[in-house]
């Protein structure tokens, strides 16, 4: 069974603890290194991380699951880097 199918699983029974735990440890050291890529700090990239794993968790009950969850995940990383940079 695939990551996504995995999620897609425990999305669909509502266990959104396990599925952002599923997300943290696949997709999470990604998802740092694309934080730090847009930050341009290792430092920062933390701090972007950290923000994203916050939202990830307020959104993943209210995720309409129209695209794959790694897509999702990404566009939360992406607007927390740009908060981040804006703020």
């Known amino acids: 069974m695939s990551v996504e199918e995995r999620l897609d699983a425990l999305l669909a029974r509502g266990d959104h ?3 952002a735990e599923v997300i943290l440890r696949e997709y ?3 998802i740092l ?3 730090a890529s847009i930050v341009r700090s290792d430092g920062d990239a933390g701090e972007v991380f950290s923000q994203f794993t ?3 968790w ?3 009950p209210g995720m ?3 695209c794959p969850v790694r897509v999702w995940a990404y ?3 992406w607007h927390a880097a740009a908060r981040f940079l804006r703020d």
């Open 17 to 19: 603890a396990a599925a």
């Open 28 to 30: 999470g050291p990604q």
């Open 33 to 35: 290194g694309y934080g």
């Open 54 to 56: 916050e939202d990830l």
């Open 58 to 60: 307020r959104g993943l």
């Open 64 to 66: 309409r699951r129209e």
């Open 75 to 77: 566009r939360i990383a």
